[in-house]
C-alpha cells in the first residue's frame, strides 16, 4: 500500500475519532482537539521518523511528535500498525492513538526500567499534598487502540501507564508485562471554582495482564469511571484503589468488570466512596473483595465471587454488598474458607446467596448494627454463621440443599417492642414441616 494511501486512512481515523470525542460531549483531549484549527489536531508519527519494526529504539521520533502536539496547544499522534520500541513521557491535551490493541504495539525499550508512558511532572508530584489552586498535572490525556508492553523479561521497574494528572481518557488497550503495576493514575482534588469543572477520567474496554505488582492502582482522579475491564494473572491485586486524606482519592464507580487468578486477590476498594456492578472476581488463592478498615460508602450490586479463600471481607461503614459468592475453600487443611466476613464494620448490608463455602458467614467484629441476609447451600461439614453478633444487628439467614434447612433471624429490638429469636437458639425445618 502506497503512503499516500496510508495517509488517507490514517486521516480518516483521527476525523473519527474527533468527532466521536465533540458528539459525546466528552471535555476532555478527543473534544479539546476537535475544537483546534484544521492541520493541527492531529500528527502522524510515521513524519517523525517512527519505524515501528519491532527493532529501531523510536523513543526520540515519537518523543517529538508528542511534544509537538504538546508545543501547540493539544492534540492527537496517531501510530500506524507495528511494534514501537519506546519509553515516552505525555503532556497535557495529547493523545496517543493506535490502529488497535494487536495492531499496534508499544514496548518498552530492554534495559530501560521506565514506564512505558509516563505523565509529565509524575516523579515531582506523586505523593504530594494538594495545591491550591491545584492547577498541575498531565491533565486531558488520551490513551487509545494500543497494546502497552513493559518488557517485564529485560526491566526491573516500570509500569505499562503512569500518570499524575485529572480528566484522562483511557479506551481500547491491553496492558501487559510490566515489572510493577500495569496502570497507575494518581491525583488530589480540587475546590469547586478553581479550575475548569473536568475531573473525573473516563476508562472503557481495558485489559491488564501479567504484571509484576497490581493490573491497576488508582489513587485519583476520583469519580471516574472504569467499565468493561479485565484483568488476570497480575502478581498484585487486578484492581487496587487506594486513598490518603489530603493528598489522593481514588473513589470510583465500575462496571463489567472480570478479574481471574491475580495474586492477592481481585479487587481492593481503599478509597470511598466506591460503586461496582456486574463484575466476578475469580481465583484460586487470596481474597476476592477486600475493604480497608476506614473505607466508606462501597456500593456492591450484581457481584460474583469464586474460589478465593476469603470471598469477601467488608471493613468501614455504610457499605451494600449484593452477590452471589461460591466454592470459598482454604488450600490449609486445618483452614476454614470464608465465604463473607464482617470485620470492624458498622451499618453494612449483606445480601447474599451462595454454596460450597466451608464458611458461609463469618462476623469477626461490629462497632455498630449491620444488617446480614442469606441463603446458602452449606456443605456437610461447613458452617453457616461463626463468630460473635451484635445484638443490634439484623440477621436473616436460611441454609437450603440438604435434608432438613437452617434458619438464624435475630430481629433488633427497642425495649418493649418487637420479640427476639436469639441467634444460639436456632429453629430446625424439614421439608415435612416446612409449610
Request: charged share 15%; hydrophobic share 35%; glycine share 16%.
Amino acid at each position: 500500500m502506497n503512503n499516500s494511501v496510508n495517509r488517507r486512512r490514517l486521516a480518516s481515523v483521527a476525523t473519527g475519532l474527533l468527532a466521536i470525542g465533540a458528539g459525546l460531549g466528552v471535555s476532555g483531549p478527543l473534544a479539546a482537539q476537535s475544537e483546534m484549527p484544521s492541520g493541527t489536531a492531529w500528527l502522524l508519527a510515521s513524519d517523525f521518523g517512527a519505524t515501528g519494526d519491532g527493532l529501531t529504539d523510536d523513543s526520540a521520533s515519537l518523543q517529538m511528535a508528542l511534544d509537538t502536539a504538546e508545543q501547540r496547544g493539544g492534540g492527537m499522534v496517531i501510530l500506524g500498525s507495528g511494534v514501537f520500541r519506546c519509553n515516552l513521557t505525555i503532556g497535557s491535551r495529547v493523545s496517543a492513538v493506535g490502529m488497535g490493541p494487536r495492531a499496534t504495539t508499544l514496548i518498552s525499550v530492554p534495559g530501560a526500567n521506565r514506564s512505558v508512558i509516563e505523565g509529565r511532572g509524575f516523579a515531582d508530584w506523586t505523593g504530594t499534598n494538594k495545591a491550591t489552586p491545584e492547577t498541575r498535572g498531565a491533565n486531558y490525556v488520551g490513551i487509545a487502540n494500543l497494546c502497552i508492553d513493559g518488557n517485564r523479561g529485560t526491566n526491573e521497574t516500570g509500569c505499562g501507564i503512569r500518570i499524575w494528572g485529572r480528566a484522562q481518557i483511557l479506551q481500547d488497550l491491553i496492558v501487559q508485562n510490566c515489572a510493577e503495576d500495569g496502570i497507575f493514575l494518581e491525583f488530589t482534588t480540587h475546590d469547586v471554582g478553581e479550575i475548569e469543572d473536568d475531573l473525573e477520567g473516563f476508562f472503557t474496554n481495558i485489559k491488564t495482564i501479567k504484571n509484576g505488582g497490581n493490573g491497576w492502582t488508582h489513587r485519583g482522579p476520583h469519580d471516574s469511571i472504569l467499565s468493561q475491564f479485565v484483568t488476570f494473572s497480575n502478581d498484585g491485586w487486578g484492581f487496587k484503589s487506594e486513598g490518603r486524606r489530603g493528598r489522593y482519592n481514588g473513589g470510583i464507580s465500575g462496571m463489567g468488570w472480570n478479574s481471574w487468578l491475580n495474586g492477592l486477590g481481585s479487587f481492593h476498594f481503599g478509597a470511598t466512596p466506591g460503586f461496582l456492578s456486574d463484575s466476578s472476581a475469580t481465583g484460586e488463592g487470596g481474597i476476592g473483595i477486600e475493604l480497608q478498615p476506614d473505607s466508606g460508602s462501597v456500593r456492591m450490586h450484581g457481584i460474583l465471587i469464586s474460589g478465593h479463600e476469603t470471598g469477601i471481607l467488608l471493613r468501614g461503614n455504610n457499605h451494600i454488598f449484593n452477590g452471589v459468592v461460591l466454592g470459598i475453600t482454604s488450600s490449609d487443611p486445618g483452614g476454614e474458607g470464608q465465604g463473607v466476613v464482617l470485620e470492624g464494620t458498622s451499618l453494612c448490608m449483606v445480601d447474599v446467596t451462595g454454596s460450597g463455602n466451608q464458611v458461609a458467614i463469618a462476623v469477626n467484629s461490629e462497632l455498630g448494627p449491620n444488617m446480614i441476609r442469606g441463603r446458602f447451600n452449606v456443605p456437610e461439614n461447613g458452617q453457616l454463621l461463626t463468630g460473635n453478633v451484635s445484638p443490634t444487628t439484623s440477621v436473616d439467614l436460611a441454609q437450603i440443599g440438604r435434608t432438613g434447612s437452617l434458619s438464624l433471624v435475630q430481629i433488633p429490638t427497642v425495649t418493649g417492642s418487637l420479640g427476639v429469636r436469639p441467634l444460639d437458639q436456632p429453629t430446625m425445618s424439614t421439608p415435612e414441616t416446612t409449610p
